[in-house]
């Protein structure tokens, strides 16, 4: 079973940018479709973006298209998303998953879920 450990969250100033960080393991190779989430406080947990395994194919939400940028290091087993031009309501928990290769941005096939880090968005 694949193993995720978010990081890189933390306050930050509307405008401003924070990058997270999804660290794989637990497997012979770490190299699978990654997607991050986010849930906000009383609200549904929802896709912001998602990446193949070679990182060919990149998936955004509407709300952050043009903001945030997905990538990956797979010799660090890493994905990052950089989060750029940040609005209050980009304040949630994020989450990181292993998703499907056949659907790689649907969000009924993610699983082995990260536990999680916060992001605040605040003056």
């Known amino acids: 079973q694949l193993q995720l450990v978010e990081s890189g969250g933390g306050l930050v100033q509307p405008g401003g940018s924070l990058r997270l960080s999804c660290t794989t393991s637990?497997?012979?190779?770490?190299?699978?479709?990654i997607g991050w989430f986010r849930q906000a406080p009383g609200k549904e947990r929802e896709v912001v973006s998602c990446?193949?395994?070679?990182?060919?194919?990149?998936n955004y939400a509407d709300s952050v298209k043009g903001r945030f940028t997905i990538s990956r290091d797979n010799a660090k087993n890493t994905v990052y998303l950089q989060m750029n031009s940040m609005k209050p309501e980009d304040t949630a928990i994020y989450y990181c998953?292993?998703?499907?290769?056949?659907?790689?941005?649907?969000?009924?096939?993610?699983?082995?879920w990260g536990q999680g880090t916060h992001v605040t968005v605040s003056s």
């Open positions: 998953a292993q998703m499907s290769a056949q659907l790689l941005c649907d969000p009924l096939s993610a699983r082995s």
């Open positions: 990446i193949s395994t070679s990182g060919s194919r990149l």
């Open positions: 637990g497997a012979t190779l770490n190299y699978y479709p």
